[in-house]
């Protein structure tokens, strides 16, 4: 307990010391350069919170529009029902060429992707027409009389 006491009375006596120490020894060029410091940080200081502010927000929006694009690009296949386009039969070069932003694919690549949308759509609309069907016998099961 004598440590911390002595520890105390020793930082005090320093500070009062230092303090002391700086005031005796201002002459009228370091109070000067000290208050055109002092004036320069209060008068830049809006300024200065202002431009991080800005760049605070400009991160923050990039960040939110990255956040974004992120949850656009992942589209539920429910979200694709009734909006998948089955391509054309055409394999003519330059029309896909105008189009084309992406990888190039070749004819047979195309085609068995067409095949492949097609044979999918046929299997969807097929087991949209079972159930359906499904459907309908029961409404016919409810006339029915059982004996």
Do not use: C
Not at 53 to 76: F, L
Not at 88 to 109: F, I, L, M, N, Y
Request: no cysteine.
């Amino acid at each position: 307990m004598d440590n911390l006491a002595n520890l105390a009375s020793t930082v005090g006596d320093r500070f009062v010391t230092n303090l002391k120490g700086s005031f005796t020894d201002l002459t009228l060029e370091k109070f000067i350069r000290i208050v055109i410091v002092a004036g320069g940080y209060l008068l830049l200081r809006p300024y200065l919170l202002k431009l991080g502010g800005r760049a605070q927000m400009r991160a923050h929006e990039e960040e939110a529009a990255r956040a974004d694009a992120v949850a656009k690009a992942k589209i539920s296949p429910n979200e694709l029902r009734g909006r998948v386009q089955i391509p054309d039969d055409t394999d003519d070069e330059d029309e896909r060429a105008a189009e084309a932003s992406g990888p190039e694919w070749g004819k047979k690549a195309r085609r068995r992707q067409r095949e492949m949308i097609r044979k999918l759509l046929d299997a969807e609309e097929q087991r949209l027409r079972e159930s359906q069907e499904e459907l309908e016998d029961k409404d016919i099961e409810e006339f029915l009389v059982k004996e």
